[in-house]
């Protein structure tokens, strides 16, 4: 089954304890992002990787990084969670980035005490 | 601020009556796609309008777009229990042509059986 999985689901850490966050897509597109949603604000790009080794910011990258060493895995690292980063997010990948489609995760609800 | 905004935050309708919902942007666009989100689940995109089209439909979907006024709507006709989601627009602005969607803050539809 086509699909983009993330892990974990459901996340309670502490403040800067390092987590990451997995994403890998089986369709082999080339383009995934991340994004997390907060009440209110709808969904925000934190990241975004056009290709393998090629990744660039979103509208919110700040104490988020990424790695694209692979095609199919697109983790997102928190290096030292804080409590404005409890949030639910969301990891999305399309074929390329002409394509417009973007096919969603399940979603990682973190919560940072 | 934050591309895409709609309006109302939150609809509630009867089984079998029309939701519509509208989305505003401010830069110039490629593209609009709505997507739904069923309770703190994934996105799952629903259907797109190009710059250059004004209306398009899918079942029981209909979206409009007006570049001049920077809005868009979706509406729903027919509406059954089970299209209870949120809704959210996103737009593929033109000078970051498909490498990025900006969401907006979505609208909360209840469809009361």
């Known amino acids: 089954e086509a699909q983009v999985t993330q892990n974990p689901r459901y996340l309670i850490t502490v403040t800067g304890k390092k987590l990451t966050v997995t994403c890998s897509q089986n369709?082999?597109?080339?383009?995934m992002s991340w994004y997390r949603q907060d009440p209110g604000l709808g969904l925000r790009q934190i990241y975004y990787s056009m290709n393998v080794e090629v990744t660039d910011k979103g509208d919110v990258p700040e104490g988020y990084k990424v790695s694209r060493k692979e095609k199919r895995n697109f983790p997102l690292i928190l290096e030292s969670p804080s409590p404005n980063q409890t949030s639910l997010y969301f990891c999305?990948?399309?074929?390329?980035?002409?394509?417009?489609?973007?096919?969603f995760g399940p979603g990682t609800r973190l919560t940072v005490l | 601020s934050q591309q895409g905004e709609e309006d109302p935050q939150a609809l509630s309708i009867q089984e079998g009556e029309n939701a519509t919902m509208n989305c505003s942007y401010k830069t110039s666009i490629n593209n609009l796609q709505w997507y739904r989100q069923n309770s703190g689940r994934g996105l799952v995109h629903l259907i797109l309008i190009r710059s250059n089209e004004r209306e398009k439909h899918s079942g029981r979907l209909r979206v409009t777009l007006d570049t001049s006024k920077k809005s868009s709507s979706l509406l729903i006709t027919a509406s059954r229990a089970a299209d209870t989601a949120s809704y959210f627009c996103?737009?593929?602005?033109?000078?970051?042509?498909?490498?990025?969607?900006?969401f907006g803050e979505g609208t909360q539809l209840t469809v009361n059986p």
């Open positions: 996103a737009t593929d602005a033109r000078e970051t042509s498909g490498s990025r969607l900006t």
């Open positions: 369709m082999n597109h080339e383009y």
């Open positions: 999305a990948s399309k074929p390329g980035h002409l394509y417009n489609e973007q096919f």
